[in-house]
């Protein structure tokens, strides 16, 4: 599988942005998938998930209510929409496929990985 990160870009605080996942492969709906961020000089950091089925997601708690996952199965796609944006949102947005035994949350869960996508919040 491969994946291919799109939608970064600069924004105002407050403002939203809407991320997306392109995969090839004809597994897409078999995998888990899953958004990370990594800030500079800051360990990569779970921002959301959701399972194979889509019957599950799951959120970093300072994303709760700010932040939605979705998939697309048809168009091999998953999406992170993005709301009320802060500064602190500021990082490189990567996605993630596998598949998962313990938690969304563990990034060793994930096999396949995108480029990454800048997102900056500006105040």
């Known amino acids: 599988v491969q994946l291919e990160e799109s939608g970064g870009g600069l924004v105002q605080a407050g403002g939203s942005l809407r991320l997306s996942c392109a995969a090839s492969g004809r597994t897409f709906s078999s995998y888990d998938m899953a958004w990370f961020r990594q800030a500079p000089g800051l360990e990569r950091e779970f921002v959301a998930a959701i399972t194979w089925n889509g019957g599950q997601t799951d959120y970093a708690d300072s994303m709760k209510g700010r932040f939605t996952i979705s998939r697309a199965d048809s168009k091999n796609t998953m999406s992170l929409q993005m709301n009320s944006l802060k500064v602190e949102d500021t990082a490189i947005y990567s996605c993630?496929?596998?598949?998962?035994?313990?938690?969304?949350?563990?990034?060793?869960?994930?096999?396949?990985w995108g480029q990454g996508t800048q997102v900056t919040v500006s105040s």
């Open positions: 993630a496929a596998g598949r998962t035994w313990h938690t969304l949350k563990d990034p060793s869960e994930y096999n396949y």
